[in-house]
């Protein structure tokens, strides 16, 4: 490990909360300024801005030949988002979820997500494929326009920023991001890498982090501005943008693809599809993430990554790590989260059978 890498570690961080507050405050007078509600921003125009690093790193892998960094990095991103980020965002503040996040962008995360495992069993992501993952990004973006222009939008917050200010300051914020994370993932990687850790690990972990910060960095200075809309449809917008634009575009542009390794196929991919799964229930009920069940999230990531630690290293708690959680942990959970959903389900149902017998009889 050499001083100059810590020292792109740090400068990195530095440069991604500067770049995420710039990017926040325009994003938000853009939003504002041209009629569209800070969540569809935050689903499209943030969220394509922050997995530009993803987006970088994954073309860059493919290129050198190393397609288990690249899928890695999309695949621990994805893990990130959900688990790390929507739960550290939950536990500093409950997220307050939108119907239509609920009723549409988080089923076509889900859905996304399902997809990329289904196209990646036979080993690879072909032109094909990327051309049917980009064909869900168009139509979800489009959607995601037409379904926010009918949120009424609060045009006196943010007003003092022009729209041509506030545009550079979106640009000067997805640059110092880049910038950013491109910095800290260097460092990381040579830190990382100097250990003796897979690419595979490497990209899950390290690089997924790394290139995660600007999401992380753009939700929380967003949470802490009151703009609770942009950091849910960031942490949403990213996840999808990962997969149908980040690992689309590439498999659509090398000729020959991009190889999925059977390690992630049988392991990491199918956690990403039950990391955005166990999501729908929270968000479903009272559409609040509450601050307990974004610690269970970061709970939950803390143990995915102890394990992929342990078992790239071998070591021989690996055996009995997998036991407990697999035995104990992962039950516990699920019975938790059905025990609350089917509580939150019934609160909801009785407010709206007591408005409905109000109803009855006022008239």
């Not at 990687?189 to 003796?196: F, M, Q, R, S, Y």
Request: hydrophobic letters at 60%; charged letters at 10%.
């Amino acid at each position: 490990m050499e001083l100059v890498d810590v020292g792109r570690v740090v400068a990195g961080l530095v440069l991604l909360v500067g770049g995420g507050e710039l990017l926040v405050r325009g994003a938000a007078a853009v939003a504002r300024a041209v009629g569209i509600s800070p969540l569809v921003v935050g689903l499209l125009v943030v969220s394509a801005a922050t997995s530009a690093p993803e987006l970088a790193v994954t073309i860059d892998a493919v290129a050198r030949g190393e397609p288990n960094l690249a899928v890695g990095n999309v695949v621990g991103s994805n893990i990130v988002n959900v688990l790390l980020i929507l739960g550290l965002s939950a536990a500093l503040a409950p997220l307050v979820v939108k119907r239509q996040l609920v009723r549409f962008d988080l089923p076509v995360m889900v859905g996304v997500s399902a997809l990329f495992l289904v196209l990646s069993l036979d080993g690879s992501l072909r032109w094909w494929d990327g051309l049917i993952l980009l064909a869900c990004l168009v139509v979800h973006s489009v959607l995601t326009v037409r379904l926010g222009r009918r949120e009424p939008i609060d045009a006196a917050e943010g007003a003092s920023l022009s729209t041509p200010v506030a545009a550079l300051l979106v640009v000067l914020g997805v640059g110092v991001l880049v910038a950013g994370a491109n910095l800290l993932v260097a460092g990381a990687v040579n830190i990382a890498t100097t250990v003796g850790v897979s690419s595979l690990v490497v990209g899950l972990t390290v690089v997924a982090v790394g290139t995660s910060l600007p999401e992380l960095a753009t939700s929380l200075i967003a949470l802490l501005r009151g703009e609770r809309d942009m950091a849910v449809g960031n942490i949403v917008g990213s996840s999808i943008f990962n997969i149908a634009m980040v690992l689309g575009l590439p498999a659509l542009l090398f000729s020959g693809g991009i190889p999925v390794p059977p390690a992630a196929i049988a392991l990491d991919i199918p956690l990403m599809v039950a990391a955005s799964v166990a999501l729908l229930p929270i968000a479903f009920t009272g559409f609040v993430v509450a601050r307990w069940e974004g610690g269970l999230f970061v709970g939950l990531y803390g143990a995915y990554v102890a394990y992929v630690v342990l078992a790239a290293t071998q070591h021989d708690a690996l055996e009995g790590f997998t036991s407990v959680m697999v035995w104990f942990v992962l039950p516990l959970v699920a019975v938790t989260l059905v025990v609350f959903a089917s509580y939150e389900v019934g609160v909801v149902r009785g407010r709206r059978q007591a408005r409905q017998a109000g109803g009855n009889a006022g008239s």
